[in-house]
């Protein structure tokens, strides 16, 4: 089979500069006229302005006596002035009309009444005091909304405010989606070797509703120039806009680019950026066609430049933020890089938790509150760098984010999950880099918690002496009762082991974790309790960074065997060997513990719920909680209360 070739590569500006010229010329809005109460998300297609002003009349702001100012000048404690009721003032309650002669409020807590129709005031007031005056908010004819303006719901209160029954706005968009593929496979499909579930899509269809387009998905289309045609020439002819999902790329069976160019044009083929390089932008019968390619971050990153503006029909306003790096970011050079994070506020700081950075990394899309910019031809950034970060998820509070940067447990989901459930505030943020990591995270001011497990092998206690290494001089909290067992990850019985000391009998081979992590000290101490080189273990430098990525590595067959915890290996099926049980503690310091969202994070661990998700999952052990307090300079050590 023929292969394409991209077209010469552009940079993002010259992309997004070249879509918005071509789609301005070629592509307009339908307006409709809807009423108010369902233009919520909608689009202005004319500038809006108000037929009433708000408030339309002079309106009591407090609950007390509308009074003629003049007549209160002289009032003071030892001249207290006397007003006559219906003449001199009138009890109005908040919101009432202040109609003339009255033109100010008395508060009724700084009103003395002495009979049915008189007062005594000891203040006076001046005019317009606690009153709202016609048009304080806005007035008859000021412009409420510009045209190109998203309704959101503080909007639809000032519309209806200023009497807007009916407003123009553009007619959704039509969205065409079409999935591509011949290993793509819906879902509910009994999968084999080598099927994919179909998800993009339907990750386009939630962006489209979320930016207040109509999403029309089609089924999937195989590999297959001929039906693809057929299903591009349907959904141009029934859409507004048509997005194409793979096939963008320069495989052989790779036919987005010609079919665009041979039933419209082909305006760019190829962008300068990574994720999303293949992507394609072009027209066929004057409506936008979009190729997008098929890993989920590329394709999220496309959809993201390319479809949503044109949805919406504006550039929304994007929230920018300086914010620290918690850890290195280094880039290639080659491309404009747009990298996951997970933005917290640490003691009044900004904190960019990098996520994992590659295409199909769905799930940093999920976890993902902001995405750190690299622009071509950078080496990226260093630990601690000041960068600015785009927030992607504006209704998410970051000072109501925990953040949690250390040891990987399936626990700190369950605790994300239960702090949702139980409708709290907080909300967590979870970043997996190991023990060590979470550590010296603390150190560096950089989370509010580190989930850690570090060995101490001399004598066999958890953690306290890595806090009392790196942390002697803040007084820490050491969260202690949480009890799991660590062992080996077998797929079949011929891979059984009993020891570290089986791998090199049996000559299988290992998956380990990180240097730093909990886990990666507790497998070097197995090598040096049963005298194995780590030059004996096949596969020792090969590392991942979780549990789970452990136990898919054995699940899949890319190794024999690995180190992890046992709920890990229940959750995947996995053979298990338990060898250690080993203490799970949770490092915040001190000065953060009456702070609410650790609050919560404590009482989420101690709740019912929570333990019954341990029960259930297998290999842990809950204590009542002891909390270690690691205090300043001094070191001392006590276990108190909470």
Not at 200 to 207: D, I, S
Not at 238 to 267: H, M, P, Q, R
Not at 383 to 397: A, I
Not at 401 to 420: K, N
Request: hydrophobic content about 40%; charged content about 25%; aromatic content about 6%.
């Amino acid at each position: 089979m023929e292969r394409n070739i991209y077209l010469q590569t552009v940079t993002l500006e010259e992309a997004l500069q070249c879509f918005e010229d071509k789609t301005t010329a070629s592509f307009r809005k339908t307006i409709e006229e809807i009423p108010v109460e369902g233009s919520f998300g909608r689009i202005t297609a004319e500038p809006i302005y108000a037929k009433y002003s708000n408030p339309n009349f002079n309106a009591s702001a407090m609950d007390g006596i509308a009074v003629i100012s003049k007549t209160t000048r002289m009032a003071d404690e030892r001249n207290p002035v006397r007003l006559t009721k219906d003449t001199e003032f009138v009890f109005v309650d908040t919101g009432d009309v202040i109609c003339e002669p009255y033109d100010s409020v008395i508060m009724i807590e700084d009103v003395r009444i002495i009979d049915e129709t008189h007062v005594e005031i000891i203040t006076p007031s001046h005019p317009w005091q606690h009153v709202r005056m016609i048009g304080e908010d806005f007035v008859v004819g000021e412009m409420l909304l510009t045209r190109n303006h998203k309704i959101t719901a503080v909007d639809l209160g000032a519309l209806v405010s200023g009497g807007i029954e009916k407003l123009k706005v553009y007619a959704p968009l039509r969205v065409g989606l079409i999935p591509t593929g011949t290993e793509i496979v819906e879902i509910g499909t009994k999968l084999k070797s080598g099927d994919i579930l179909e998800s993009n899509t339907r990750m386009f269809a939630g962006l489209v509703l979320e930016s207040g387009g109509m999403p029309i998905r089609y089924p999937i289309v195989s590999d297959d120039k001929e039906l693809l045609r057929q299903a591009l020439q349907k959904a141009v002819k029934e859409n507004d806009f048509v997005v194409i999902n793979a096939g963008s790329s320069a495989g052989s069976e790779d036919y987005t680019a010609s079919l665009i160019k041979e039933l419209g044009e082909v305006w760019i083929h190829g962008i300068d950026i990574k994720p999303g390089k293949p992507a394609i932008l072009g027209a066929i019968e004057g409506k936008p066609v979009v190729g997008i390619p098929g890993y989920p971050v590329s394709a999220y990153m496309t959809f993201k430049h390319f479809v949503i503006p044109m949805i919406e029909g504006i550039k929304p306003p994007q929230k920018w933020m300086e914010a620290t790096l918690s850890q290195a970011v280094p880039s290639s050079l080659k491309h404009k890089e747009f990298v996951r994070v997970q933005l917290g506020n640490v003691d009044g700081k900004v904190i960019a938790t990098p996520l994992k950075r590659g295409a199909a990394s769905t799930m940093s899309l999920v976890k993902a509150n902001g995405i750190l910019t690299i622009e071509k031809e950078s080496e990226g950034f260093i630990s601690g760098s000041k960068v600015m970060v785009e927030q992607t998820r504006k209704h998410l509070e970051l000072e109501k984010a925990l953040v949690s940067i250390g040891s990987h447990d399936l626990i700190m989901d369950w605790v994300a999950d239960l702090l949702l459930g139980e409708k709290k505030e907080t909300y967590l943020l979870s970043a997996h880099v190991g023990s060590l990591g979470g550590i010296l995270a603390i150190k560096r001011g950089e989370a509010h918690v580190a989930p850690i497990h570090l060995l101490d092998e001399n004598t066999g206690e958890y953690n306290v002496k890595e806090v009392l290494r790196y942390l002697s001089g803040e007084e820490m909290i050491l969260i202690k009762g949480m009890k799991r067992w660590q062992g080996f990850y077998m797929r079949k019985e011929d891979t059984m082991i009993d020891s570290i000391r089986d791998l090199v009998q049996k000559n299988l081979s290992f998956i380990n974790r990180q240097k730093g992590s909990g886990t990666r000290l507790l497998t070097d101490y197995f090598l040096k309790k049963d005298l194995v080189n780590k030059d004996q273990i096949k596969g020792y430098e090969t590392e991942v960074l979780t549990h789970t990525a452990v136990a898919q590595a054995v699940l899949s067959g890319n190794a024999d065997v690995g180190v992890g915890i046992e709920s890990v290996a229940r959750q995947m099926g996995l053979s298990y060997k338990a060898v250690a049980k080993e203490d799970y503690d949770f490092l915040i310091p001190k000065r953060f513990m009456e702070m609410t969202i650790i609050k919560d994070f404590i009482d989420t661990i101690q709740s019912e719920a929570f333990k019954q998700r341990l029960v259930e999952a297998g290999g842990y052990e809950i204590e009542p909680l002891q909390y270690v307090s690691i205090g300043g300079n001094s070191c001392k050590i006590t276990l108190e209360g909470r």
